[in-house]
């Protein structure tokens, strides 16, 4: 199993970066990749499945565009859920049948589009399929097409990220329209795939596992079918979305990509063979724990029996964090105004507090830490996935600094510049 990102090496590469003059002192909050480790988890899910799968790493975990390209020149996919998202990934040189396009509301046009281009499709409705048959009376494409299914096999800990129980704003629910789905395979003859995703953080292995049998067990019935009625074609297309959750948690050991492979194996060995194309979603997995942000304390406040340290980032770049405290964590070090890490613990607990105008502003309720001072800086641990590609605009703060680093700081890449001044007006003018 990959060996997590310690403290220690963060502070590491943070005095490293300050040593080359990678940061500097207007970079109040800067967000660091490890782009070794990011290569490490690609290669850990090309071991674990077969040669032939595409594993389309979710654009919306992380959609910077030199990450983009790093995935892209690693072999991997992309999946997308929107229309900048797919020209995100065009831009980023992605062979359109390693895209994936998913989105619950796809347009005619979009739709159009992206059958132009030729990526993989999943329709989420009915609807979108009798669409997608009009435009291939009038259009030839290369694309290929799968539905998704809603396995109504139940919700994970987190509801706002779960999406597949009894109701879901996603996909055909395959209780109610089994039947209905079944007919679809017979009708169109370009119908070939099927995928599903049960949700993002908080839903158990097992849960996954469950949904992706509860579709292959369809599957099978469907095949059988188009087999009985002469039909050549089977469903030889299946998308097992993402969702393999993360540990936020130095030592908690955290699901491998192993268990979840085995328990896959074991239920659905088929999946395995060549009788299917393999699709992985995967984001949280592949991103999360390779990123890492560093803000600046600008001030410590003391009342109430506790310290606040106020720092540069809050709820812009950790949405879900700040207005979901309880459900969502990062472990927080603190490094001094050299890069170095900070031991030993203040008597008196801190709120870390992020420089929106808000109460909720909040990354971290009280928690002890060593003595936080101005000047130094807060580590924030596993921000590599669903940070920055939810970057809110409220109060207009500027985006970040993003570097990458290969071998624990040795080199350094600029992902992307702090924004200036000048790129905030232009999104508001
Ligand atoms: C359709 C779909 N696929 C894949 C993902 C990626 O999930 P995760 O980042 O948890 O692997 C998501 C995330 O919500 C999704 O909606």
């Not at 002469?230 to 050991?253: A, H, M, N, T």
């Not at 979840?260 to 659905?268: A, I, M, T, V």
Request: charged share 30%; net charge negative.
């Amino acid at each position: 199993m990959l060996a997590r990102i310690t403290s220690e090496k963060m502070s590491q590469v943070y005095r490293n970066a300050l040593n080359k003059k990678i940061v500097n002192n207007d970079d109040t909050s800067v967000i660091f990749y490890d782009l070794s480790f990011l290569e490490e988890r690609v290669n850990e899910l090309v071991r674990m499945f077969p040669q032939t799968t595409l594993h389309a790493i979710a654009v919306k975990s992380n959609p910077l565009k030199k990450i983009l390209e790093f995935l892209n020149s690693l072999n991997a996919g992309a999946e997308v859920a929107s229309l900048p998202e797919l020209y995100l990934t065009e831009k980023s040189s992605f062979d359109p049948d390693k895209i994936v396009f998913d989105s619950p509301v796809k347009t005619m046009n979009e739709l159009e589009y992206a059958m132009k281009l030729g990526v993989h499709i999943n329709a989420d409705s009915f609807t979108e399929l009798k669409r997608i048959a009009e435009i291939m009376e009038e259009k030839k494409t290369k694309s290929s097409f799968g539905i998704r299914i809603n396995p109504q096999v139940g919700t994970g800990t987190i509801l706002s990220t779960s999406v597949a129980g009894e109701y879901s704003k996603f996909g055909v629910p395959i209780k109610e329209y089994r039947k209905e789905l079944i007919k679809s395979f017979l009708e169109y003859d370009w119908l070939r795939g099927v995928h599903l995703h049960i949700g993002s953080q908080g839903c158990p292995v097992d849960l996954l596992v469950k949904g992706v049998k509860a579709v292959y067990d369809f599957v099978n019935e469907t095949n059988d079918s188009l087999r009985r009625k002469g039909k050549k074609r089977q469903i030889d297309i299946f998308d097992i979305g993402g969702g393999l959750p993360v540990s936020y948690k130095q030592d908690e050991k955290g699901v491998t990509i192993e268990e979840y492979r085995k328990k896959l194996f074991d239920n659905c060995e088929e999946l395995f063979s060549d009788k299917f194309k393999l699709i992985t979603e995967f984001g949280r997995y592949v991103h999360a724990n390779a990123g890492w942000t560093a803000s600046r304390v600008e001030y410590v406040k003391e009342s109430s029996g506790v310290k606040t340290a106020m720092i540069h980032t809050g709820a812009d770049l950790f949405l879900r964090k700040c207005y979901q405290q309880d459900e969502w964590f990062h472990e927080i070090s603190v490094l001094d105004s050299d890069g170095n890490l900070k031991n030993g613990k203040d008597t008196t607990p801190y709120i870390i507090a992020g420089p929106l105008c808000f109460a909720g502003d909040i990354l971290s309720k009280e928690m002890i830490l060593p003595e936080v001072k101005e000047g130094d800086y807060v580590l924030i641990h596993d921000t590599g996935a669903y940070t920055l590609s939810m970057w809110s605009r409220y109060n207009s703060r500027q985006v970040p600094k993003v570097v990458g680093y290969y071998d624990e700081g040795e080199r350094f890449e600029i992902l992307k510049e702090r924004e200036s001044l000048d790129d905030v007006l232009n999104f508001w003018e």
